[in-house]
Each structure stands twice: as C-alpha cells, then as structure tokens.
C-alpha cells in the first residue's frame, strides 16, 4: 500500500511510531523544563495556563491551527521524511515576575535543552539497560523498542544542541543574551 508515494514496506510506520514518541518524550521535557523553571523563579504564567507539566499534550495550542501543525503534524511529516521529528512548541514565561529578569529569564531558557540532555541520557540508560534483552532477538516489537530508544536519544541530543543556537527564537538567544 502507499501513500502519497511513500511504501509501507519501507518502514513507514516505524519512523513514525519512533518519531512520535521521541517527540513526545522529548518536546515534553524541554518545554516542561522552562515552565517548572520560570515557577520556581517566580512567575506563575505557564502554571497558571496547565503547562507546568512534562505531558506534551498539554503544550499543544489544540485551538491554534498554527501550534497544531507545528507541534504535531511538523513532527509526524519529519518523522517520516528524515527518520527524526522536527517541530517546535513553547511555553509562555512572564520576565516581570522575575526578581532577576536578565539572569532568571536566560535560566529558564536553558531549562528547555537541559530537558532535552536528559532525555539523551534517559535513552542511552534505557538502551543499556535492555541492550542484553535486545540483542540477538528478533522482531517487530524488538525492532520497534529499539528504534524509539535510538531515535529519541537522536533527536534529544539534536535538539539540546540545536536550541542553545544564539539565533532568535532559540533559547540559546535568551542564554546568551
């Protein structure tokens, strides 16, 4: 079966499956982490809108066309094209709060990258933990854990570094400045 030129016997479902749930873990650690950043320095914004969560459901705009093509369908598009989601998410911070704009607003920036190390290093635990389970088996479902495991460590690691780029609207830009 295809679809729009894509064969299902090319691993279709398995990129998107991985992509998914790589996006998922990893958008909800990111995004999470600059709005448990931004309460805990002292502006309620993202807690007072339910985004003080690491669920990605939550940061998803459902009535903004835009947040929707950008935090789901983007990701799903990419997960398929490249093997590795792409999209982008935010959470909204309120310097004024702050007792240190300058200083906390770029701590709650590096919050989000600091989310996405630590879905890398969960990945990279999670596979060395099951590497003996994984390894010499075979099957979809093995085939498919493996897969999420290694995309989500991928795509982590790619966005952790490619957001502490000092180019507006990337968070390095907030670090940095």
Known sequence: MSWLAISVQ??????LVAGMVAWAVTMGLHEGGHAWAAWWLGDPTAYNMGKRTINPVRH????????????????AVTSIAF????????????????????RDHALV???????????AVGAFLLMLALWPLLRGNEGAGVELASHIIVVTYIAAIVYG????VPIPPLDGSNILY
Request: charge should be negative; glycine fraction near 8%.
């Open 60 to 75: 998803v705009d459902w009535n903004s066309p835009a947040s929707v093509i950008n935090s789901v369908v983007l990701p």
């Open 109 to 119: 920036a590096l919050a989000g990258p600091l989310g996405d190390f630590v879905a």
């Open 10 to 15: 090319d691993g279709v479902a398995t990129r």
């Open 161 to 164: 570094l490619f957001n502490l």
């Open 83 to 102: 093997g590795i989601p792409m999209g982008m998410a935010s959470v909204p911070v309120s310097p004024s709060y702050f007792r240190h704009p300058l």
